[in-house]
């Protein structure tokens, strides 16, 4: 069985990995860094079958330059392995796909930026296999120009920063292990979390940390959570 591992890096200061054709790995893992940005064309599709798939910007560089922007038509697709994207600048995201069954499955964090949906044309995150988590961490928002679109299981969304919404349109059932708006000043930005299935805020007893605005008194954002359609509860 195949078992090499794809990276891909352009290093340095200036310097951006731009995937412009697709990169396929049997069972390996697929590692992409760009030392600014990691860009995808339409046609810059990424598919493991077993193997992680790791994209990082500003990779090794200690600045705060750096973005991950996929086209939206780009898809990556890891099989079953975990999807990993970690930028401190805008992470614009569509068509991540899991099997995975970890609580590691996808992971999204922007430091210093928001995650933003990059299209309709696939839906931006499916990783719905029963003990598959996502973890989405930014600093203004995410999902904040459109709703971040997912099919997943298990959620946890955090912003750090005092403005930038939470939104999140799930298709399905959905148990939510955290949301919060973390920042302790007068923070301004919402949770809005929408599933067409039951929603289940999970409880203290499994790991689950509740939907919280953690600001002070002056905070303004509104937390909305629903469970759409009939039969479904929240």
């Given at each position: 069985?195949?078992?090499?591992?794809?990276?891909?890096?352009?290093?340095?200061?200036?310097?951006?990995?731009?995937?412009?054709?697709?990169?396929?790995?049997?069972?390996?893992?697929?590692?992409?860094?760009?030392?600014?940005?990691?860009?995808?064309?339409?046609?810059?599709?990424?598919?493991?079958?077993?193997?992680?798939?790791?994209?990082?910007?500003?990779?090794?560089?200690?600045?705060?330059?750096?973005?991950?922007?996929?086209?939206?038509?780009t898809t990556i697709n890891a099989g079953s392995g975990t999807?990993?994207?970690?930028?401190?600048?805008?992470?614009?995201?569509?068509?991540?796909?899991?099997?995975?069954?970890?609580?590691?499955?996808?992971?999204?964090?922007?430091?210093?930026?928001?995650?933003?949906?990059?299209?309709?044309?696939?839906?931006?995150?499916?990783?719905?296999?029963?003990?598959?988590?996502?973890?989405?961490?930014a600093a203004t928002g995410i999902g904040t120009a459109g709703?971040?679109?997912?099919?997943?299981?298990?959620?946890?969304?955090?912003?750090?920063?005092?403005?930038?919404?939470?939104?999140?349109?799930?298709?399905?059932?959905?148990?939510?292990?955290?949301?919060?708006?973390?920042?302790?000043?007068?923070?301004?930005?919402?949770?809005?979390?929408?599933?067409?299935?039951?929603?289940?805020?999970?409880?203290?007893?499994?790991?689950?940390?509740?939907?919280?605005?953690?600001?002070?008194?002056?905070?303004?954002?509104?937390?909305?959570?629903?469970?759409?359609?009939?039969?479904?509860?929240?």
């Amino acid at each position: 069985a195949s078992t090499g591992t794809i990276t891909l890096a352009a290093t340095g200061n200036g310097n951006s990995l731009a995937v412009a054709h697709s990169v396929t790995s049997k069972a390996g893992e697929i590692i992409l860094r760009g030392g600014d940005n990691v860009t995808f064309t339409a046609a810059g599709d990424v598919t493991s079958t077993t193997g992680n798939v790791t994209v990082t910007g500003n990779y090794l560089t200690g600045d705060t330059a750096g973005a991950i922007t996929l086209d939206a038509g780009t898809t990556i697709n890891a099989g079953s392995g975990t999807i990993t994207l970690t930028a401190p600048d805008d992470i614009t995201l569509t068509g991540l796909s899991t099997t995975n069954a970890t609580t590691s499955a996808v992971s999204v964090t922007s430091t210093a930026g928001k995650i933003v949906d990059a299209g309709d044309t696939t839906t931006d995150i499916v990783a719905n296999n029963a003990t598959a988590r996502t973890t989405l961490s930014a600093a203004t928002g995410i999902g904040t120009a459109g709703a971040i679109d997912t099919q997943v299981a298990n959620l946890v969304a955090t912003n750090s920063g005092t403005a930038g919404n939470i939104q999140i349109n799930e298709t399905d059932a959905l148990v939510i292990r955290n949301a919060a708006q973390t920042n302790t000043g007068a923070s301004a930005g919402n949770i809005d979390i929408t599933a067409a299935g039951a929603v289940t805020v999970e409880a203290v007893g499994t790991g689950g940390a509740g939907v919280t605005i953690d600001g002070t008194t002056a905070s303004t954002g509104t937390i909305t959570l629903a469970a759409t359609g009939n039969g479904n509860s929240l």
